[in-house]
């Protein structure tokens, strides 16, 4: 038969055996962590985990808290595993890498252990959660050098499939035969890499090209918001300012300029596409509030003001005209 089912509590225990407890959990399942119960007096937390052939399988309820795994306390040959978390209760929030993710229940969340990160409970949370073996993955063809967090959804499709197959794998696993699990481990590890591979973000295609294409697609996506700014688009993709602000600067540019300059681009081609509209009306319906300021900045960028594009266009034949 394959392991059977642990279990861990901290009930009973002092608030600070119950810190040292949790930690000696973490450290046991994937590697050390730093634990801040959030000025809470107790840290109530419960585990129950098990192994299938090499996957380790939990479940994990933890009162308002925060960990933090830093770059000191360990290389990362020391914790060589990707973790793959399905909240199912409670807010959690991650960071690594300048990246920062708000977990609801229906997420999934991949990433490396072995890399710094925190995460942030302010409250009772729940998850499962697959602890994976970089080496399983690297079998798989991915290069995990490059591996940056993935935010997913399990509410449908293959995410929530692949939930479900890891919530039957732990209640069956101390059922299956060592022959079994390394079968039900190998179709588990499939089945996970389903909605990545989906959501167009393999393990080895995360990296900061594919962060900043996607700040140009939701900038695009939201020119004409006129309360677009660094910290919607920071929140939609889940990274930092910081981080943001690195991206765009990498390529000569701020974030500000970029969104500016893809306004005015807009602006233009909708002047001399568009007679019957004013310069005021172009202007707003592209998130400016000031058609001085408009002007101001189109003939900066430009070096003519709308209106001589305007009134070129306007006084030229309309299509169909004697």
Same mark, same amino acid.
């Given at each position: 038969? *394959?392991?059977?089912?642990?279990?861990?509590? #901290?009930?009973?225990?002092?608030?600070? !055996?119950?810190?040292?407890?949790?930690?000696?959990?973490?450290?046991?399942?994937?590697?050390?962590?730093?634990?801040?119960?959030?000025?809470?007096?107790?840290?109530?937390?419960?585990? /129950?985990?098990?192994?299938?052939?090499?996957?380790?399988?939990?479940?994990?309820?933890?009162?308002?808290?925060?960990?933090?795994?830093?770059? +000191?306390?360990?290389?990362?040959?020391?914790?060589?595993?990707?973790?793959?978390?399905?909240?199912?209760? =409670?807010?959690?929030?991650?960071?690594?890498?300048?990246? %920062?993710?708000?977990?609801?229940? =229906?997420?999934?969340?991949?990433?490396?252990?072995?890399?710094?990160? #925190?995460?942030?409970?302010?409250?009772?949370?729940?998850?499962?959660?697959?602890?994976?073996?970089?080496?399983?993955?690297?079998?798989?063809?991915?290069?995990?050098?490059?591996?940056?967090?993935? !935010?997913? +959804?399990? %509410?449908?499709? #293959?995410?929530?499939?692949?939930?479900?197959?890891?919530?039957?794998?732990?209640?069956?696993?101390? !059922?299956?035969?060592?022959? /079994?699990?390394?079968?039900?481990?190998?179709?588990?590890?499939?089945?996970?890499?389903?909605?990545?591979?989906?959501?167009?973000?393999?393990?080895?295609?995360?990296?900061?090209?594919?962060?900043?294409?996607?700040?140009?697609?939701?900038?695009?996506?939201?020119?004409?918001?006129?309360?677009?700014?660094?910290?919607?688009?920071?929140?939609?993709?889940?990274? #930092?300012?910081?981080?943001?602000?690195?991206?765009?600067?990498?390529?000569?540019?701020?974030?500000?300029?970029?969104?500016?300059?893809? %306004?005015?681009? /807009?602006?233009?081609?909708?002047?001399?596409?568009?007679?019957?509209?004013?310069?005021?009306?172009?202007?707003?319906?592209?998130?400016?509030? *000031?058609? *001085?300021?408009?002007?101001?900045?189109?003939?900066?960028?430009?070096?003519?003001?709308? +209106?001589?594009?305007?009134?070129?266009?306007?006084?030229?034949?309309?299509? =169909?005209?004697?």
């Amino acid at each position: 038969m *394959s392991d059977t089912v642990h279990s861990l509590t #901290t009930a009973g225990l002092s608030p600070k !055996k119950q810190i040292q407890c949790w930690s000696d959990a973490l450290a046991d399942l994937c590697g050390q962590f730093d634990i801040d119960p959030l000025k809470a007096s107790s840290l109530e937390a419960r585990v /129950n985990y098990t192994t299938v052939s090499r996957l380790k399988l939990c479940q994990i309820e933890v009162s308002q808290h925060r960990i933090a795994h830093a770059v +000191s306390r360990s290389q990362a040959s020391e914790h060589p595993y990707v973790k793959i978390l399905f909240q199912t209760h =409670g807010i959690s929030y991650f960071e690594q890498d300048g990246r %920062r993710f708000e977990l609801m229940p =229906g997420d999934c969340l991949a990433y490396d252990v072995s890399c710094p990160h #925190t995460i942030i409970s302010p409250a009772l949370t729940r998850h499962e959660v697959v602890i994976v073996p970089k080496a399983l993955l690297q079998e798989r063809g991915f290069h995990m050098a490059r591996m940056s967090a993935c !935010k997913l +959804s399990a %509410r449908t499709g #293959t995410g929530r499939i692949a939930h479900d197959f890891v919530h039957a794998a732990f209640e069956q696993a101390a !059922k299956l035969s060592p022959n /079994n699990a390394v079968v039900v481990a190998d179709s588990l590890i499939d089945l996970l890499l389903l909605p990545l591979r989906e959501a167009d973000a393999a393990f080895d295609r995360g990296g900061p090209e594919a962060m900043y294409i996607r700040a140009q697609a939701f900038i695009r996506e939201h020119l004409r918001d006129p309360d677009l700014c660094i910290d919607q688009i920071s929140a939609a993709l889940g990274c #930092t300012k910081r981080y943001l602000h690195m991206l765009f600067s990498d390529r000569g540019i701020t974030v500000s300029d970029y969104i500016w300059h893809a %306004r005015l681009q /807009n602006c233009r081609h909708e002047l001399e596409t568009h007679a019957g509209k004013t310069v005021t009306d172009v202007a707003f319906s592209w998130g400016f509030s *000031s058609s *001085s300021h408009f002007s101001r900045v189109f003939r900066k960028y430009f070096g003519v003001v709308p +209106s001589s594009i305007h009134k070129a266009q306007h006084g030229s034949p309309r299509s =169909g005209a004697p």
